[in-house]
T-cell receptor, first 115, second 118 residues
Framework: AQKVTQAQTEISVVEKEDVTLDCVYE???????LFWYKQPPSGELVFLIR??????QNEISGRYSWNFQKSTSSFNFTITASQVVDSAVYFC????????????FGTGTRLQVFP | GAVVSQHPSWVICKSGTSVKIECRSL??????MFWYRQFPKQSLMLMAT?????????EQGVEKDKFLINHASLTLSTLTVTSAHPEDSSFYIC??????????????FGPGTRLTVT
């Protein structure tokens, strides 16, 4: 069965600190896709990244970076030099090649960045 | 980028009434739209998958007679919460898939509709 676990419910940091949000997934498919979304207080989901299961290269986009490790079924997200505007709920999600229509979301991690 | 809108952004209704929420893809055609529900401080749960011109597919535990979905065109899907009750109060989010994409993994999300049933 497919499942996404975000063990960290809430994280609080002070501005300029680095923070890593953990995501562990379960799937029986060999082909799947992993996502990260940001949900600010306004509620709208903001797409951050999509990664397919055959691409284990880490990715960096500005202050954001992602570490995909199939060996540990993890897809962790790091924000470097956090800012107050990073405060939001972050969701990790999974879809399988056999049913790409269905996005399985983790429970989310609420990040609060204090000035 | 692909834009999905929802209307209304928030609605308050009395218990027993019905509420319709619209989801529109503004700059692309969506053969498939999805409806999610998110309770406070919880994750998004897929309610149903809506395909243009056919009946929606509901997830287990979602009452199809209570949550009526209509996907009459390639740019519009509607969710009607019938005989709403306070426990239906939630944040409803739709997403849409661009049928031109060869790989069906991209979903574009709407801004959500907050429903409060009094």
């Amino acid at each position: 069965a497919q499942k996404v676990t975000q063990a960290q419910t809430e994280i609080s940091v002070v501005e300029k600190e680095d923070v890593t949000l953990d995501c562990v997934y379960e799937t029986r498919d060999t082909t799947y896709y992993l996502f990260w979304y940001k949900q600010p207080p306004s509620g709208e989901l903001v797409f951050l990244i999509r990664r397919n299961s055959f691409d284990e290269q880490n990715e960096i986009s500005g202050r954001y970076s992602w570490n995909f490790q199939k060996s540990t079924s993890s897809f962790n997200f790091t924000i470097t030099a956090s800012q107050v505007v990073d405060s939001a709920v972050y969701f990790c999600a999974l879809s399988e090649a056999g049913n790409t229509d269905k996005l399985i979301f983790g429970t989310g991690t609420r990040l609060q960045v204090f000035p | 980028g692909a834009v999905v809108s929802q209307h209304p952004s928030w609605v308050i209704c009395k218990s027993g009434t019905s509420v319709k929420i619209e989801c529109r893809s503004l700059d692309f055609q969506a053969t498939t739209m999805f409806w999610y529900r998110q309770f406070p401080k919880q994750s998004l749960m897929l309610m149903a998958t809506s395909n243009e011109g056919s009946k929606a597919t509901y997830e287990q535990g979602v009452e199809k007679d209570k949550f009526l979905i209509n996907h009459a065109s390639l740019t519009l899907s509607t969710l009607t919460v019938t005989s709403a009750h306070p426990e239906d109060s939630s944040f409803y989010i739709c997403s849409a898939r661009d049928h031109r994409l060869a790989v069906a993994y991209e979903q574009y999300f709407g801004p959500g509709t907050r429903l409060t049933v009094t």
